[in-house]
């Protein structure tokens, strides 16, 4: 790997950008500003693996991107016994997405990590999340100087682990994939998606509860990737 690697793509969310915080204290921000009176603690218990799960449906082209902004919030107020009108989930929906990228805290050793491995490579980003507010994530949080490339499903036209994504990203990047590879935490969208299209891969597993495969390369911290490229 150390020998051949030209070129990382790097997932965002959960991966480089702590999704979970930032998400956390944006609902914690649009509650107060809207007088949801929930415990946020309770709601996010029942959101954060919804918000997985539609996810992956959406990615997998079974639910619309209008039909996951609104079940994602109509289901966990459902959960926990607080009514709430469609108008008001399409407030907090686009008040959600608007205030996202405010927030901008990254996994520990992200800097460290990126400052270290653009001396040596052509670092991009491939990502599944809304156009709208990736690159905003990107710009606020200070990871934009350090790639070239960013390159979002919604300006493919298809999601990870699509291989037209990965193709398109190798078109755009001037990369063969025999000298690229892919890290990211989701098993199925970034790691089998770029080893289908026979890029390398680093999976990132920070969670406990990630499903991981014994045969592919894991790492626990992002500086933990410095042992391998």
Request: hydrophobic share 40%.
């Given at each position: 790997m150390r020998m051949k690697i030209e070129h990382i793509f790097f997932d965002l969310d959960h991966t480089l950008w702590d999704f979970e915080k930032n998400s956390a204290l944006t609902f914690e921000k649009i509650f107060s500003e809207n007088n949801i009176d929930v415990n946020i603690a309770d709601f996010l218990e029942v959101?954060?693996?919804?918000?997985?799960?539609?996810?992956?449906?959406?990615?997998?082209?079974?639910?619309?991107?209008?039909?996951?902004?609104?079940?994602?919030?109509?289901?966990?107020?459902?959960?926990?016994?607080?009514?709430?009108?469609?108008?008001?989930?399409?407030?907090?929906?686009?008040?959600?997405?608007?205030?996202?990228?405010e927030f901008n805290h990254l996994f520990e050793g992200a800097f460290e990590l990126l400052d270290y491995l653009k001396e040596k490579y052509t670092l991009h980003i491939i990502t599944n999340g809304f156009e709208e507010v990736q690159n905003k994530k990107m710009i606020n949080s200070k990871l934009f100087p350090y790639f070239e490339q960013i390159i979002t499903s919604e300006s493919v036209g298809?999601?990870?682990?699509?291989?037209?994504?990965?193709?398109?990203?190798?078109?755009?990047?001037?990369?063969?994939?025999?000298?690229?590879?892919?890290?990211?935490?989701?098993?199925?969208?970034?790691?089998?998606?770029?080893?289908?299209?026979?890029?390398?891969?680093?999976?990132?597993?920070?969670?406990?509860?990630?499903?991981?495969?014994?045969?592919?390369?894991?790492?626990?911290?992002?500086?933990?990737?410095?042992?391998?490229?």
């Open positions: 959101y954060v693996p919804l918000n997985l799960q539609y996810w992956k449906l959406y990615r997998n082209e079974k639910v619309s991107k209008e039909a996951l902004r609104y079940e994602r919030l109509k289901k966990p107020f459902d959960a926990i016994g607080y009514s709430v009108s469609d108008a008001v989930i399409d407030t907090l929906a686009t008040a959600y997405i608007d205030n996202l990228s298809v999601k990870k682990p699509d291989a037209r994504v990965f193709e398109h990203a190798l078109k755009v990047s001037k990369a063969k994939k025999e000298n690229s590879i892919m890290i990211g935490d989701s098993l199925e969208a970034d790691i089998h998606g770029a080893l289908n299209g026979g890029l390398s891969a680093i999976h990132c597993v920070f969670d406990a509860n990630t499903p991981t495969d014994k045969n592919i390369t894991s790492v626990t911290s992002l500086l933990e990737i410095k042992r391998y490229l």
